[in-house]
C-alpha cells in the first residue's frame, strides 16, 4: 500500500464512536413501541394466574365484554381451538398454549386476553373477569419436584422429571478409582435474569386476504423459534412474516421468549379483524417473561495430592418451571463441550435431568447456563486448594490447558480455537498487581477485618452450534436427522449515487453492531464507517435470514461479522472489475481508498468510488460481460468446524472460545454483613477486536450484571408457589453505587476459525463474578456453602448462624402453615359498646355482614352461615375487585366463632381463617381475635412490603365496622393502654 | 385546581421543550403516556411503571420528575422538558451527550434519555460534583447494559470541561 494515501486508514480494530449514539441520545431511538401503528389498532391486557397450580373450572367472561372499549375477550377455548400447542425440543407429551388451557401451572401464567380500544380500557375489564380456580399441589423445588411421589406439572408426561442423559467421556471410573482425593461439592445457583428495560412489544395484524400474519415484534431470535410460532399458526413460514425495529431496549436473550405472546396477539387480529398491539408491563415481565434455569449440581473431581485434576463428574439438575419452551433445554447443553472449563481434564462423566416445577419457564437469559455450571467448576477448584492446602490461583494454573495445545480438543468435543491461558494468567497477575492485593488483604487481615480474596478462570463459548441441543438425543435418535452448523447472511447494496447501505441477519439490543459492521465493509470498500447505513430492522419476507439469525449466544463477531465481510468482498471485487476496465489495470492491481479505487501502483490513476459503482446502474451495457447489473451482494457465512454431534457424543458447541481469568478483593461489614467489592480484575483474551470501544461495553455491562447475580438479584418463589419479586423494589438490580469500576486487562489470540479473527465477548462477566465473589467470600468467612445472591441476610447467617425465630406476637410471619408461602397471623382485641349477644347476632345476619366487611358491593348467602361477597380492597398500590368467600363455624353463641375464607380477583387470591372470642365487658363487649392469612398472586408480588400492615388492617377495619354495626364507635384503645398490655401490665 | 370529571377528557397544554403542545387527558392518563402517545415525543420511555427504574424521567418546571408517577393533568400549563429538546440535531449535540458517545456510556439507549434529563438538572444544581456524588445521583436510575462505567467516566468528562449545556467544541 501506499504510503501516505487515504487508503492506510482502516477502522477495524479502532475504537470508533458508535453510529447509534446520535439518535439514541437526542431522544429519536426507533423501538417498537414507537413506531407508528394502523389507524383502527387495539390494545391487548392479559389476566394472568395467581395461583402456582390450579385447574381451571370456570371462566365467565360476560361481564367483562360488556364493559366499554372492549371488543373481543379469548381463553383457552378460542387459543386451542384456532392454534397448535408449542412444538418443542424434545418430543413429549406436554401441551404449552399461548393461553393455560384447562389448568395454570405458574403464577403469572396467560389465562385471557381482553382486546379492547386502549390499554385502559382493557386492564378494567379484566377485574370483571371471573375465574374459578381448583388449588391443585404444588412443585416448586427442583429436587422436591424431582421426587417419585412429587405432584406432576404434566400429569401426562408421568414425571417431572423429563429427560435424564448420560454421557461418559475418557475413563472418569477409573481416574476416580486411582485419585490421592476426591473434592466434592453441592451448589445451588438462583433463578435470575437481566431484565432488559423495555420490555416485549408486539403488534399483529391479520391479513384475511392471503391468510398472513404480518407482525412486528421486539424479537432477537434465534429463529429456530420462527417455525414454532408459524406452526402453532397453522401457517407456513413465508405466511408468518416478523419485522423487527431498529433499536431494541435491552435484550439479554430474554426477547427471544416474546414467541407465545405473537401467536396469541396474532389470533387475537384474526379473530377481531384489526391489528392487536401489546405492551408488557414490568410486572408481567419479572413474573412470566423468562428466568434462567436455577440449578442444582453436584460436582465430583479427581484430584492428584499436587492439585491436578484428572477427572469430573457432574450431576446436574435443570429447573425448567412450568413448561418446556424452544429453545430450552439449551442452558443445560449449550457449555456441553466446556464442562471442563480452561483446563486438561481428559475423563469426564455427566449426568443431565431436566425437570420441571411450577415456575415460570426458563429460557434464554445472558451467560445461557454458564454462569450456573462455572459457578460449580471454579468452587469446587477453590475447595480443592482449601482441602489441599495449596494456593488457590496454584491449582488454577497447574491445570490450566498448556500453551502450544491448540486447536484442543476438550473431553465433550468443543475445539478450542486459540489461546495462552498461562500466559493470560501471567499478565492479569502482573498488570492487575495481585501482590498489592494480598498485601491489602494481609493488612486488612491484621486489622481483624473480614476480607479475602477470589479467583475464578472460564472459557467464554461464543457462536452456538445449532446442532448441539441434539447432544439430548441419543446416537440412534440423531441419526434420522442430523443437525449443525450456524448460517449468517448480510447484504451490502451500492446505490446508483455511491451510497452504500447494509443489512443483516443480526436484531442488536444495545451491542452497537451497526457500527462494527460498518467499520468491515468500510474498510472493504476505501469508505469511512458513517459513509456506511446500515439498517438493521429485518422483514422475514424481505431480507435474508435463517434458523441461526438473531442476536444471541456471543455470535455476531464471528458470524454475522463475516457474512458482512464476505459481502463487502463480493461488493469489492465487483467494483474493482469495473474500475479495472476504465483503470486500464488488471484487477489485482486495484486498491481502495479515500472514496476512490486505484491503479495500486500509481495511485493518480484513479476513478471515484460512485462512479465505479453508478456504471452498474446508470450503463449496465458497459459493464465486462461476466458482470450483471446492479450492484447488491448477499454474504454467506457458515464455519465448518460447527459439525453435528459425533456417534461418542462428542460435540463442538461453538465455533470460538474466549478465556478470562479474574481475580477479587472483597471486605464484609462485621455489623450490616454487606459485601463490597474491593477491587476486580479482569483479564480477557477475546481474539482480535473489532472494535475496543465496544468490547469495553459488553465487559462492564456483563460485569455489572455479574454484580447483581452475585450480591442481589433473585426471583424468590414462596413454598406455594407464590412469586414474590414482582417490582423492581423486590428484585434489586445493582446502581451505579454498587458497581465498583473493574480493572479490564486485554490480550489477543486470534481465532484461526473466523476470517477476522475475532471472539465473542457478549456474555463472559457474568459467567466470572458470581462465583470470583463467591469464592473471596469463602476465603474471607472460611465457609465452603456459599449461595448467591449474597444478601446481608445471607452473609449475616453465616457469620453469626441462622436469625433466631422473632418473639411471638402480632403479625409474625405464621409458623409454617401447611403449603404456606407469603403466610401472616396477628391478633388483636377492640371493645364493642353492646352487648355479646347482640354482636353475634350481627354477625350471624346476612344483610348486617355485608355492611361488616370492608369494600363489600353485594353478599350472597350460599348455605348455612356461608356467603359470597363482592368486594373491592386495595394493599399498597394496588387496588382491585375480589370474589369473597365467608364462612362461620364452629359457633358456640354467643361466645366464640371461627371466621373462615378466601378471595379471589385479577390482583390474587388469598385463604384465611380466625378464631373471634367474644366477652362481656363493662356493659360492652371484648371482642378479641387470632387470623392467619396466605396471600398470593399479584398482590403478594408486587406488595410484599405491605401485606403485613395492609392485613392487619383490614381486619381491624372489620371489627371496627363491627362495632359501628351494633350501635356505637369502638372504644380505641390509647397507645399508652396498648403498651401497657403489650407489657404484660394491665389488663 | 378545577375539578375534573373521571371519564371525560380533557384539554391538557404543556411548554415542551419551549413550545407549546397541547392534547387531551383522561385524569387518570400518565404524563409519560401523554407526552408519547398524545403528543408523540417518545424519546421518554417507560421501563418499570413504579418510579424505581428512572427511565420516564422529565423536568417539569426544571425539576427532574418522574412521569410515570404523575398525571398528564397535573402537568397542564407547566414547563415540560424531554430528552428531545437537549440537541437540535447531530452535528449539535450537548456536551454531556457528546460525552456519553465518547464514553460509550449508553447500549441500548433506553434508560438513556432519563438519565441525561437527570444529570442535567443535577449538574445545574451542583455543577462540580465528586464521583461519589455522581453515583449517588445516578442510583436514581436502572441500567442494565453499561454497569454505569460509561455513564460516570463521560460526567466526570463534563464537569471538568465545565459543563453539560454548551456544544461541544469543534474539532
Redesign the interface.
Given at each position: 500500500m501506499t504510503q501516505g494515501h487515504p487508503q492506510s486508514e482502516k477502522f477495524v480494530g479502532q475504537p470508533v464512536e458508535r453510529l447509534e449514539d446520535a439518535a439514541l441520545l437526542m431522544g429519536r431511538g426507533r423501538y417498537a413501541d414507537d413506531l407508528p401503528i394502523r389507524v383502527g389498532t387495539l390494545h391487548g391486557a392479559i389476566l394472568r394466574s395467581p395461583h402456582a397450580h390450579a385447574e381451571i373450572v370456570s371462566i365467565d367472561t360476560s361481564e367483562a365484554e360488556a364493559r366499554p372499549g372492549v371488543v373481543a375477550v379469548l381463553t383457552g377455548d378460542e387459543i386451542k381451538e384456532l392454534t397448535d400447542p408449542f412444538i418443542m425440543v424434545l418430543k413429549l407429551p406436554l401441551q404449552h398454549w399461548s393461553l393455560a388451557v384447562e389448568r395454570v401451572r405458574f403464577v403469572g401464567e396467560s389465562v385471557v386476553l381482553v382486546v379492547a380500544e386502549d390499554r385502559y380500557q382493557a386492564e378494567d375489564a379484566l377485574e370483571y373477569i371471573k375465574v374459578e380456580y381448583k388449588p391443585l399441589p404444588v412443585a416448586v423445588d427442583p429436587r422436591d419436584a424431582a421426587k417419585e411421589d412429587a405432584p406432576l406439572i404434566h400429569p401426562a408426561a408421568g414425571t417431572n422429571v423429563v429427560s435424564v442423559r448420560n454421557f461418559n467421556y475418557g475413563e472418569p471410573d477409573k481416574a476416580f478409582a486411582e485419585a490421592d482425593h476426591t473434592v466434592e461439592l453441592t451448589i445451588e445457583f438462583p433463578r435470575n435474569s437481566q431484565t432488559p428495560m423495555e420490555g416485549y412489544v408486539v403488534v399483529a395484524d391479520y391479513l384475511p386476504g392471503n391468510n398472513t400474519y404480518d407482525v412486528l415484534a421486539n424479537f432477537q431470535g434465534p429463529y429456530t423459534v420462527h417455525p414454532v410460532m408459524a406452526r402453532s399458526l397453522r401457517v407456513s413460514g413465508s405466511a408468518l412474516r416478523i419485522r423487527t425495529p431498529q433499536d431494541s431496549g435491552g435484550g439479554f436473550g430474554v426477547k427471544q421468549a416474546i414467541f407465545p405472546y405473537v401467536t396469541l396477539m396474532s389470533t387475537a387480529s384474526k379473530i377481531v379483524g384489526r391489528p392487536v398491539k401489546w405492551v408488557e408491563d414490568r410486572l408481567e415481565h419479572l413474573s412470566a417473561a423468562v428466568a434462567a434455569p436455577n440449578r442444582v449440581i453436584h460436582l465430583e473431581a479427581a484430584v492428584t495430592k499436587d492439585g491436578k485434576v484428572t477427572a469430573f463428574r457432574f450431576d446436574q439438575l435443570d429447573d425448567y418451571g412450568a413448561y418446556l419452551r424452544a429453545p430450552m433445554p439449551g442452558p443445560l447443553y449449550r457449555p456441553h463441550g466446556c464442562l471442563t472449563g480452561p483446563y486438561f481434564i481428559p475423563n469426564l462423566s455427566v449426568t443431565n435431568r431436566l425437570v420441571l416445577t411450577n415456575k415460570t419457564p426458563s429460557g434464554m437469559v445472558r451467560g445461557f447456563g454458564c454462569p450456573q455450571m462455572y459457578f460449580a467448576i471454579e468452587r469446587v477448584m477453590q475447595c480443592i486448594a482449601v482441602e489441599l492446602d495449596l494456593d488457590p490461583l496454584d491449582v488454577i494454573s497447574r491445570n490450566l490447558i498448556p500453551a502450544g495445545s491448540f486447536p484442543y480438543r476438550s473431553a465433550a468435543g468443543a475445539i478450542y480455537d486459540s489461546g495462552d491461558y498461562p500466559k493470560a494468567l501471567e499478565i492479569a497477575v502482573e498488570e492487575g498487581d495481585l501482590k498489592e492485593l494480598k498485601e491489602r488483604r494481609d493488612k486488612a487481615r491484621a486489622e481483624g477485618r473480614l476480607y479475602g480474596i477470589g479467583y475464578c478462570a472460564v472459557i467464554e463459548p461464543g457462536q452456538s452450534n445449532m446442532g448441539y441441543l441434539s447432544t439430548i438425543l441419543t446416537a440412534e435418535e440423531r441419526r434420522k436427522n442430523p443437525k449443525g452448523g450456524s448460517v449468517s447472511q448480510v447484504t451490502v447494496n451500492v446505490e446508483p449515487l455511491g451510497g452504500v447501505s447494509v443489512t443483516a441477519d443480526c436484531m442488536p439490543q444495545g451491542q452497537g453492531q451497526g457500527t462494527a459492521l460498518a467499520q468491515i465493509v468500510a474498510d472493504e470498500l476505501g469508505l469511512k464507517p458513517d459513509q456506511i447505513r446500515v439498517n438493521l430492522e429485518h422483514d422475514t419476507q424481505k431480507d435474508a435470514w435463517s434458523i441461526a439469525s438473531g442476536n444471541y449466544s456471543s455470535r455476531f463477531v464471528s458470524s454475522t461479522a463475516i457474512a458482512a465481510h464476505r459481502a463487502a468482498q463480493k461488493v469489492r471485487a465487483k467494483l474493482a472489475t469495473i474500475a479495472a476496465q476504465s483503470l486500464n489495470v488488471s484487477e489485482e492491481k486495484v486498491s481502495f481508498g479515500g472514496g476512490q479505487i486505484f491503479a495500486t501502483e500509481n495511485p493518480d490513476n484513479a476513478i471515484k468510488f460512485h462512479r465505479a459503482a453508478g456504471a452498474a446502474h446508470w450503463h449496465p451495457g458497459s459493464l465486462p460481460t461476466e458482470l450483471e447489473a446492479g450492484v447488491r451482494e448477499i454474504g454467506v457465512w457458515a464455519p465448518p468446524e460447527l459439525d453435528s454431534p459425533s456417534d461418542s457424543d462428542r460435540i463442538n458447541t461453538s465455533l470460538t472460545y474466549g478465556f478470562k481469568i479474574d481475580y477479587c478483593g472483597i471486605e464484609i461489614d462485621p455489623d450490616t454483613a454487606e459485601v463490597r467489592i474491593d477491587k476486580y480484575v479482569t483479564m480477557h483474551d477475546t481474539g482480535k477486536m473489532i472494535n475496543p470501544l465496544l468490547v469495553r461495553g459488553q465487559i462492564e455491562g456483563s460485569f455489572g450484571w455479574g454484580v447483581g447475580i452475585a450480591l442481589y438479584e433473585e426471583f424468590v418463589y414462596a413454598e406455594d408457589g407464590s412469586f414474590l419479586s414482582g417490582t423492581f423494589a423486590d428484585y434489586l438490580c445493582p446502581t451505579a453505587c454498587e458497581v465498583p469500576k473493574p480493572v479490564i486487562l486485554h490480550m489477543e489470540t486470534p481465532s484461526p476459525f473466523t476470517p477476522l479473527g475475532a471472539k465473542g465477548i457478549g456474555e463472559g462477566n457474568c459467567m466470572t463474578v458470581p462465583v470470583c465473589v463467591a469464592n473471596a467470600v469463602s476465603d474471607a468467612l472460611d465457609v465452603r456453602d456459599v449461595r448467591v445472591p449474597l444478601t446481608p441476610a445471607r452473609v449475616s447467617a453465616m457469620i453469626h448462624g441462622e436469625e433466631a425465630a422473632p418473639p411471638a406476637g402480632r403479625a409474625a410471619p405464621a409458623a409454617k402453615a401447611e403449603g404456606a408461602g407469603r403466610a401472616l397471623a396477628g391478633e388483636g382485641t377492640t371493645l364493642v359498646p353492646a352487648a355479646p349477644e347482640e354482636v353475634w347476632k350481627t354477625l350471624l345476619d346476612a344483610e348486617k355482614l355485608a355492611a361488616v366487611i370492608p369494600g363489600c358491593h353485594r353478599l350472597d348467602v350460599v348455605g348455612d352461615n356461608d356467603y359470597r361477597a363482592e368486594v373491592t380492597l386495595g394493599v399498597g398500590p394496588v387496588k382491585g375487585r375480589f370474589q369473597a368467600s365467608v364462612r362461620l363455624a364452629e359457633l358456640d353463641a354467643p361466645r366464640s366463632a371461627t371466621l373462615s375464607g378466601g378471595l379471589d380477583g385479577p390482583l390474587g387470591s388469598s385463604r384465611g381463617s380466625g378464631r373471634v372470642r367474644l366477652e362481656a365487658r363493662d356493659g360492652g363487649t371484648e371482642v378479641s381475635y387470632t387470623y392467619t392469612v396466605e396471600v398470593t398472586g399479584k398482590v403478594a408480588a408486587v406488595g410484599g412490603r405491605m401485606l403485613d400492615g395492609a392485613t392487619r388492617m383490614l381486619v381491624r377495619q372489620f371489627f371496627e365496622r363491627l362495632a359501628a354495626q351494633v350501635g356505637g364507635p369502638p372504644v380505641h384503645e390509647s397507645w399508652w393502654t396498648r403498651l401497657l398490655r403489650a407489657l404484660g401490665i394491665g389488663q | 385546581m378545577p375539578r375534573l370529571s373521571r371519564e371525560a377528557r380533557h384539554p391538557v397544554t404543556i411548554i415542551l421543550n419551549g413550545k407549546r403542545a397541547s392534547g387531551y387527558a383522561?385524569p387518570?392518563?400518565l404524563l409519560v403516556d401523554f407526552l408519547?402517545r398524545e403528543i408523540g415525543?417518545?424519546?421518554?420511555?417507560?421501563?418499570?411503571?413504579?418510579g424505581?427504574?428512572g427511565?420516564c424521567t422529565v423536568r417539569v418546571d426544571g425539576k427532574a420528575v418522574r412521569s410515570c408517577l404523575m398525571y398528564a393533568v397535573q402537568a397542564d400549563g407547566r414547563r415540560v422538558d424531554?430528552?428531545?429538546g437537549?440537541?437540535d440535531?447531530?452535528s449539535d449535540?450537548t456536551a454531556l451527550?457528546s460525552a456519553?458517545?465518547?464514553e460509550?456510556a449508553?447500549?441500548?439507549?433506553?434508560?438513556?434519555?432519563g438519565v441525561?434529563m437527570s444529570i442535567s438538572d443535577f449538574l445545574e444544581r451542583n455543577p462540580k460534583p465528586t464521583e461519589t456524588e455522581?453515583?449517588?445521583m445516578?442510583?436514581?436510575?436502572?441500567?442494565?447494559?453499561?454497569?454505569?462505567?460509561?455513564?460516570?467516566r463521560a460526567v466526570l468528562d463534563v464537569v471538568s470541561n465545565g459543563g453539560a449545556a454548551e456544544s461541544p467544541k469543534s474539532e
Open positions: - | 383522561e387518570r392518563l408519547r415525543a417518545t424519546g421518554s420511555h417507560v421501563g418499570c411503571e413504579h424505581v427504574c427511565a424531554t430528552v428531545e437537549l440537541g440535531d447531530s449535540l451527550q456519553f458517545r465518547r460509550h449508553l447500549q441500548c439507549g433506553y434508560c438513556t434519555p441525561l455522581i453515583r449517588e445516578l442510583s436514581g436510575h436502572i441500567c442494565r447494559c453499561t454497569g454505569y462505567a460509561g455513564m460516570v
